[in-house]
């Protein structure tokens, strides 16, 4: 029981090990201890939260942490209680000290897909499913909102260019979108040198910031080959 809510605990685990119990004793011995990590996962309020679960289910704490390695976690659902969820209070996220949950937009929702390629595998491109995770799971992990340069991964690839650098208005979400679908699977290039861009090129008078000196390269780019 305790090997199955130690999994369930970590996300990264859930993907690396399933409900491999041994795998995840394992894991425990030779560095799980040693990085301090510790069960968390609630199987009882897990099973209260859901009433398709507990009827499903009962009383068995090992099938619902089961439930939720092999299905739930994929599926959005949480062990946190859902009444204290709901009470959250919103404000500015991007304190850069204390910052309270906030909702994630559309466009950070695809960003917080893009920066955790679990949660692209889980979730694809179901915005909806990305923002609860946040909600229930992402804010409390202390998981970064966006970490991924979705103008970079388009320049560091010629036919990302070409097909999607003429549509400027909607250039980051195909960028994401293409992403998440194919470049984690394909192991994509996504780093753009735009400090050397602007350098070579004498551009540094012209941009007040890197995403306008990428779209520049970017524009470019597409007048040279089309």
């Not at 090990?17 to 011995?29: N, V």
């Amino acid at each position: 029981a305790e090997a199955l809510a130690y999994i369930a605990s970590h996300t990264d685990l859930i993907g690396a090990f399933g409900t491999d119990i041994q795998a995840a004793k394992d894991h425990y011995a030779n560095s799980g201890y040693e990085e301090g990590r510790t069960i968390t996962f609630n199987a009882t309020q897990y099973l209260s939260n859901y009433s398709d679960l507990n009827a499903a289910f009962g009383t068995d704490l090992d099938a619902a942490t089961k439930h939720y390695i092999n299905s739930g976690f994929g599926e959005g659902r949480t062990d946190a209680d859902l009444s204290t969820l709901r009470t959250i209070t919103t404000s500015d996220r991007t304190s850069s000290t204390t910052s309270s949950y906030q909702p994630l937009s559309d466009i950070e929702a695809l960003n917080y897909l893009a920066s955790h390629s679990d949660l692209a595998q889980a979730f694809g491109l179901n915005t909806d499913e990305a923002k609860e995770h946040y909600a229930l799971h992402g804010y409390s992990e202390g998981r970064v909102v966006d970490n991924f340069d979705e103008l970079g991964y388009v320049a560091s690839n010629p036919d990302l260019m070409i097909e999607f650098g003429s549509d400027t208005n909607n250039l980051e979400i195909n960028g994401l979108s293409h992403y998440i679908t194919y470049g984690i699977n394909d192991n994509r290039s996504t780093t753009f040198d735009v400090a050397s861009y602007i350098s070579d090129n004498n551009l540094t008078s012209q941009f007040s910031n890197d995403d306008a000196a990428k779209k520049h390269y970017i524009s470019n780019y597409i007048s040279e080959n089309l």
